[in-house]
């Protein structure tokens, strides 16, 4: 049965598709602040066409559309038919097609759909009248994991990447009657030379998971600034304005922080960017303990952009970790980007909220986001609750190391997460990866990510989850990667995936190669919540919690240790989980279950923490 008639959407999935790759620009860089420039969220519900192979994008010949055009071949060239200047795609119909919540993965929003990895289409109608000498652009929190994107039948661009903003400029593009309409192609399947490859130890959520909105800014614009203490220099304020395209010489910039009496008025050079450096010795200080955010304004002509900044300095010094210059324990948790009671992608600034509740709850003063850039709001959220944060790249696993193709997209992965995070006081830790396995090509990779990590902000501490291997009851940690790092940061599993019973892995002794701080990026073992038994039964709450028990004692006696995230906050969806009685498809490691009871083991790292906050902040 085929459905003839031909809506104005149907001619527009069949036009872009002939200018699918024509003409695709580069996304322009990323907007600092881009969510408080909004003038029109996208959020909400948005028509969807499933099309696991890919019928919308090549024809039967696996030939792009958008090849049709130029004469390369493909079906239509010389069957076009007679009655229609485009392809005829007659089976497609977005306007009577059902809808998913945008933000929102599709594998949690309908039961068909948990296990779907490939292509789905959406579409959004929305009104826009644009004003002459404004600019727009369209910004997407994140898509995961391929995105091909259109506005008004023509092509945006493409991006790769599952959890970094995806932002384009569509000044001009807008329709000037009002009516707009952006597709998305949207495709999370797994490839093994991706950013993360094809194996990982969570749920491959596909869509638009995180929220969609067109930015207004003025002709002339602050596209990017950064304001943060210089490095090492407790006293002294210094950073940039990025002032949108090149030719904006001699435009002043006037930096204002109220609060602290400080204001600094520069001028902007050839390229449009001005810095600044000024005295600003009397500001009080981020920390966990005191999370002062300042009101940071930025004014050039008729644009003022306005952020909440914390300011503080973080450190390495031998093996202590200084945080405004005092040594410190990261008493953290490793966190996924999921909401555990209603199982997906965390949705909103709610479901991000409760998560970092249950971590203060726990009486941590630190959380590692794993694996991935997760939420801005979630950066924004740990400077106001005061945590500090290891932000990640998924660089997990085997990765295919020498593919120049999959190391410049790790690099880009990189580069957008420092500039959306740049400005957050809690960020104090990128992670350049976790547990990549030896060998030169992958530290070949690694060493350039971290170079540069370092190129784009020389403030924080570098780090990953470096390998390490066991000889009797020695544990040695002599990665060749840990000698360009700031940390010595491992997993390790004593207790649960080697090692014996949880009374015995305290026999194990730790021979770490470097002189810098220790911080055990993960540790942990399943419970299903409710199933108890005695600390050697395995899955049982007790067996969790006599294993962190022990893990406590056992770390207890590495001299350099500063700093912990066991793994991990919540039960979490992963594929790879699927023991019919006990996982279900969900990692068990949580302290918390996927229904939000805290498991034994909560209350023995709760009480530990405690200690260590009496034992440093105390001071
Ligand atoms: C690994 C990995 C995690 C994984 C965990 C586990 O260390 O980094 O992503 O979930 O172990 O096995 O549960």
Known sequence: MQISFWPKTLAVLALFLTLGGAGVRAQSGLIQQ????????????????????ENGFYDYRREAFDQSKTGKGGYYDNQKPSNSQEPELIEYDFDHSPALQVPGDWNSQDPKLLYYEGTIWFKKNFKLTPTAGKRYFIYFGAINYEAHIYLNGKKLGMHRGGFTPIQYEVTGKLDPSGDNFVVVKADNTRHADAVPTINTDWWNYG??????????????????????????????LAGYVQLNGGGRAGQTVTLSIAEAGLKQTVKTDTAGRATFRLPAKKLSLWSPRSPKLYAVSLTSGPDVVQDKIGFRTIQTKGQDILLNGKST????????????LIPGRARGEGDLRMLLTWAKELGC????????????????????????VWAEVPVYWTIAWENPATYQNAEAQLSDLISMGKNRASIVVWSVGNETPLGDPRLKFMTSLIKKARSLDDTRLVAAALELHREGSTVHVDDPLGEYLDLTSFNEYAGWYWGGMPSEITKYKFEIKYNKPVMISEFGGDALAGYHGDANTRWSEEYQEALYVNQLKMLGAIPGLRGMTPWILT??????????????????????????????AFYVLQEYYRQQAAKYDGK
């Open 365 to 388: 003063n630190y959380v590692r986001l794993a694996h991935y850039p997760h939420n801005e709001a979630m950066l924004r959220l740990a400077d106001e609750m005061g945590l500090l």
């Open 329 to 340: 324990f990261m008493r953290g948790i490793s966190i996924h980007d999921e909401n555990p």
């Open 207 to 236: 869509g638009i998971t995180r929220d969609v909105f067109i930015a207004e800014a003025p002709g002339t614009f602050i596209k990017d600034y950064e304001v943060q203490l210089a490095k090492n220099e407790p006293g002294t």
């Open 571 to 600: 039960d979490f969806r992963a594929t790879r989980r699927q023991h019919p009685v006990y996982q279900n498809g969900f990692n068990r490691k949580g302290l918390i279950s996927s229904t939000g009871v805290k498991k034994k």
């Open 34 to 53: 881009a969510p408080a420039r909004r003038v029109l969220s996208l959020n909400g519900s948005w028509n969807y066409i499933i099309d696991p192979y």
